[in-house]
């Protein structure tokens, strides 16, 4: 079965200059180009969006985020990680511990410390807090517990091993 053309016009479109027929893939293609362009320039680079620093502390089998505070103590403690300590309990709202070192610090007043606040006190004794309370003692931040529903339970009021890492 022959298939069979009819033209409506006399005009042969090759032969008119500067004028060629509407195309839809071209059109189409490029409306495509230029909104991935759009798109691309309009969305934050991978190198402008910081992530926040975290570490892990891992207490039994319960492990919990931390995101850590940007200065030269919390910079100071990640070079400490993995670092496993015995926490002690004081005032059944706080762990302690001794770190092999000292790490700068810039003490200031917290007024009232929050339950998963991680922070530094003097230049050697780590502090994870799982209550809130009002303090006037000074501390440096190091960072904070992202998530403490459980923090209180899972520390307890007792001695616990905790761990800390970057993974």
Known sequence: MALSIHRTSNIDPHQ??????????SLLYSALVLGSYIMMNDAPSASSITEKPRMWMTVGEQRFA???????AARAFVTLLPLTLEMSDLNSNEKYASLPGALPC???????????????????????????????YAYTRLGRVDDTANLAQVLGRHAVKVTFSQN
């Open 66 to 72: 931390i995101t850590l505070t940007d200065n030269a």
């Open 16 to 25: 008119v200059r500067g004028k060629r027929p509407f195309r839809w893939p």
């Open 106 to 136: 810039k003490a200031s007043k917290p007024g009232t410390v929050h339950a998963g606040d991680l922070m530094l006190y003097g230049t050697d004794t780590l502090v994870v807090f799982y209550s809130t309370f009002k303090s006037k």
